[in-house]
């Protein structure tokens, strides 16, 4: 019985034995003593760095990690790997940097930095074979998995999603553009971001909003841009100056002050007309035109006055239009475009109210305060409002607060609150009287006010 039970323990110890024999993997052994990469596609030894991808950093070198795995078992000391690099034929040689590699005594896997340097050329793509030649304390592991091939290059390739509204409110793509934005993003694939694929579509909102702070970098003070760029690409990127519809939230230029006198203070729609009467459509033409305006130069000097001269006969027009069309004062939003200069502005027109074509009554409301319609006094009337009221805030059709009732073909004071004070209907129409009047007693040649008590 007792031979049977030893037998019997035997037998199962022998099973165990080869149980766990069969566990082990089939390539490892106590005389194996290789390394090999560890990938399980062939795909997976061609490795890729294009420093296009790392625009925000711009760095001198990129990090390329590499698998490496041991065959054997872990050894009572610490190893050296031997990794060599060798040119790939039909390539120029790639420059990366590889340290010394160690497996400690408790290491069978770990990854391999390479550092991978930027090419000298872009648009050239370099290479570089990085192998195991056993020639260190770790010898070759698998055949077929000892080399890892790696191409690098520095290429810009225009985004599959520059197109549409892309194209349209961001400009056509360029190298340079694209380094300005991922920069000025801070997103090395800051396009990614502007394309919505479950929608199949641009998000145009994102896409305003970046021509606009992009516009607003590149118009900021010199030394932002300055600063910002040194790889002087600050002109080279361009971008298109958005009208006025797309209501585009463009700050201050840095050159608007030597503007000022012709234009008065600035406004995003100051801007986009500018651009459009100057005959410009984007960034670029604008700097050309403005950017170097030290208000002694007399080409651009009098390319304003003459813009002013322009623009502010089309702002009173459009005044008369908004009074013909039964608008109060609290719908001529932004229509305080330009402020008067020294330009005599011989298009201008008679006020809707003072001529009263469709006899409603306000010329003589209008000749009570102001006496009868000359073209200069009304422009001097506009002119020395603006300077008493805040002339970026002005609007020169509150000097007369009437509103057009169309359906009843009949005035009314208009209920808006205007000006510093706040006031609306007749006691703004008084208002502006006292301004005018003022300025009207201070003149030697003087124009025809009445006097009216109040």
Known sequence: MKNIKLSVTLLCLALVGASCEKRDP?????????AYFDYATAAEYDKTVNFSDYIVDHPDTVSLMLRVKLLGYLMEEGRTLAVKTQSIEGYELADVIIDEVIFSNKEYE???????????????????????????????????KEEVQVFVTE??????????HMESLLGAWSREKHIFLARHTGDNHFYEKLYDDGQGGHIFDDILALNVSAVNALLAEKESIDGELKDSITLAVDFP????????????????????????NFKAEKLTRLVGKLGGTR?????????????????????????NKELVPEMLDEYNRNAQNGLTLADYDLQSIVILGTADYVNV????????????????????????????????????????????????????????????????????????????????????????KAANDKRYTKYDIPEVEL
Do not use: H
């Open 155 to 164: 290429s810009y390739e225009q985004p599959v999603v520059w197109f549409s």
């Open 283 to 307: 960034v670029k033409e604008l700097m050309e035109l403005c950017g170097v305006y030290d208000g002694s130069k007399g080409d651009l000097k009098t390319a304003l006055q003459a813009l």
């Open 241 to 264: 100056i958005l009208q006025t519809d797309y209501y585009p939230a463009y700050t201050e230029p840095y050159f608007w002050e030597n503007l000022k006198e012709d234009l008065g």
């Open 26 to 34: 089939e390539f490892f052994d106590e005389g194996a003593n290789g």
């Open 349 to 436: 027109g008679q006020p809707f109210w003072w001529e009263d074509p469709k006899g409603l009554g306000t010329a003589d409301v209008v000749k009570k305060y102001f006496g009868e319609y000359e073209r200069k006094k009304y422009l001097f009337m506009i002119k020395e409002v603006a300077k008493v009221e805040d002339a970026d805030t002005f609007i020169a059709a509150s000097i007369f607060p009437f509103v057009y009732d169309m359906e009843a073909g009949s005035y009314s004071w208009d209920p808006t609150p205007i000006g510093p004070n706040q006031l609306s209907g007749e006691e703004r129409l008084k208002e502006c009287y006292r301004i005018v």
């Open 110 to 144: 770990k990854d391999i930095e390479v550092k991978v340097v930027r090419p000298e050329v872009e648009d050239v793509l370099y290479g570089v074979s990085i192998y195991l030649d056993g020639s260190g304390d770790i010898g070759l592991g698998i055949n077929g």
